[in-house]
């Protein structure tokens, strides 16, 4: 039968002092298995549950000095009773033990505060203000297992009666041991209420069940109501208007909750522009303005592929001297290491090309990689030049269209000359020029010759129309195109004989090539306007292209005495001023099997929307040469992984 105040009735341990006659306030608590209840007549009953050993536990929990153990404490008699049997209920957290327990606790004691003594009935631990007053405190003598309860006489206890049983000097018992003896001693908040101490398990807990549910775990993820406008963001910096995949087919392959925006998914999977029916009828692919919303090279259009409308080209020559060989890595070449991402167009001219022109193609398309195409090449004599393009861009394009000049009095020899391609992206048009001039050390008239020969004598554009011709002469190539880069074997030499040139080499300039440039013929010719005109070439901050000793750092070592020179340049020109910008302006020293080095040159050209009446290209680029370098890309690929995966696999013993 359960006892009148419907507290636990298996309490194990009963240690009662008799204190006059006075009604002393029981207390329970279920930390560690301790508990109080009130007894009959005028005893104070302190009750500990589901301890083995009440007085082992008491020994090592709370000792009374021994001078201050009272005549009057008594034991009483001890009776175990087995544990409880374990109950089949899920596991709990120690959290939630705790707050049943504490729950429990202030139900128990709603009878035995004085009301008032606190602000409400039903009031928590902390607000009954329990704690022992100034002076008193309980503690324990392991010796003769006695509870004691001294007050300082001198000091008045703040509580007052409790049901008319308890006097003002009477000492109230706050807490009770659950393992430490910081909780029975009442530690005080900064809001003078006392707080219940860090409570340590008398055994390890169980394990938690794989199926525990946290509230915590579920709502961590979510967004804070301070971050509502976290999808208004969202939308507005990485939303596309694009879309290849339809709002059921993300839903029904569950690629998209419910509460996530569609647009923004979409945007991830695509970057395509939906079009809307109403502008695929009036589009028209051969009349158009240049404002036009359904242009093809119109503004629109541009600003979706170019927002800043500017665009990267790599431009680069190299006298290859006619060596059948071919670098076995091409990377340093067209991928420098400065700029961290590759260009928009590469133009590649040749002088003195290898004999098999399309195995150097070949190796062209296999080091750019999938993401490009040969838009055109063109070849005149043994000089050669490719224009590859990324292959999004090849619909943007006009009809390409080429033209030579051969500056030999023999055209039949056909070493010398120029070869140049033009043809119009969006509305900017472009010509490329690479050439092979006179050679020898004193012949800078017959370079001038050859350059005049070459802007009179290149016939271009042919069906392409220019995009100013009033400001077009047809005396000069150059002034017909927006943007024009002529780049080769210029042969221009520097005015300084062999050791002079080596000396000042030997000063390691690193970067500063003043000393040389003062020498240079091309500068000078250039200043004059004799060459050039309207031309202009970025600062040089590399060493002399030429002449090496083949697969060597060191310049002409045989009996010639070459002098080291400038003659392999990149210049450029634009109608408008600044629309060209040279990033960098270099030579690749890794490439050394011919005694030149490749000289190139990276730009930021100013790209201008056009019209569609314009002989279109329509997407037209080198088929099978796209196939064969994309095959030979995975079968070196497929090599060089089979050679790591033998290395790995050989192993070499050695025996001493």
Known sequence: MNPPNGFSPHAVACITSS???????????????????????????????????????????????PDEIKPNMKIKSVTPKPPRKPRLARASSLDEKSWRRRRVFRTSQENLIDPSETSSSNGSLQESSLRPPTGSRVVLNGDQGSLHNLQDASEPSPHGKNKGSISDSEKQVSEVPSGSVGLMQGKESSGSKPRLSKITPPRPLPPLEL?????????????????????????????????????????NSGMVCDSCSTDSMKSTFSLLTPLRAKDVRNRSYLEGSLLASGALLGAEELSRYFPDRNIGIFVATWNMQGRKELPENLDDFLFPSDPDYAQDMYVIGIQEGCPDRREWEI??????????????????????????????????????????????????????????????????????????????????????????????????????????????????????????????????RLNKDRDSVDSILNQHLEKDMSMLLQYDQLIKEMNDGAIFKGFQEAAIHFRPSYKFDLGQESYDTTSKQRTPSYTDRVIYRSRHKDDIHAVKYSSCSVVKTSDHRPVYGLFRVKVRPGRDNIPLAAGQFDRELYLIGIKRRITRELQKRQEIKDQKSSRVCTVS
């Open 211 to 251: 199926s525990v549910a946290s509230h915590v775990l579920r709502t961590a993820n979510r967004i804070d109501s301070d971050y509502m406008d976290y999808q208004h963001y969202s939308q507005s910096r990485f939303e596309r208007l694009s879309s290849s995949l339809s709002d059921t087919g993300l839903h």
């Open 363 to 492: 190796r062209l398309q296999e080091t750019l990689g999938p993401h490009y195409v040969m838009l055109y090449s063109a070849a005149h004599g043994v000089l050669y030049m490719s224009v590859f393009i990324r292959r999004d861009l090849i619909w943007f394009c006009s009809e390409v269209e080429y033209a030579t000049v051969t500056t030999r009095i023999v055209s039949q020899i056909k070493t010398k000359g120029a070869l140049g391609i033009c043809f119009t992206f969006f509305g900017t048009s472009f010509l490329f020029i690479t050439s092979h001039f006179t050679s020898g050390d004193g012949k800078v008239y017959e370079r001038i010759l050859d350059y005049n020969k070459i802007i009179q004598a290149l016939e271009l554009p042919k069906n392409v129309p220019d995009t100013n011709p009033y400001r077009s002469s047809p005396s000069d190539v150059t002034t017909r195109f927006d943007e024009v880069f002529w780049f080769g074997d210029f042969n221009f």
């Open 19 to 65: 204190t006059e006659g006075r009604v002393l306030q029981d207390q329970q608590v279920k930390k560690a298995g301790g508990g109080v209840r009130k007894e009959a007549g005028d005893s104070r009953v302190l009750a500990l549950e589901d301890h083995p050993d009440i007085e082992s536990f008491l020994n090592d929990t709370l000792r009374f000095p």
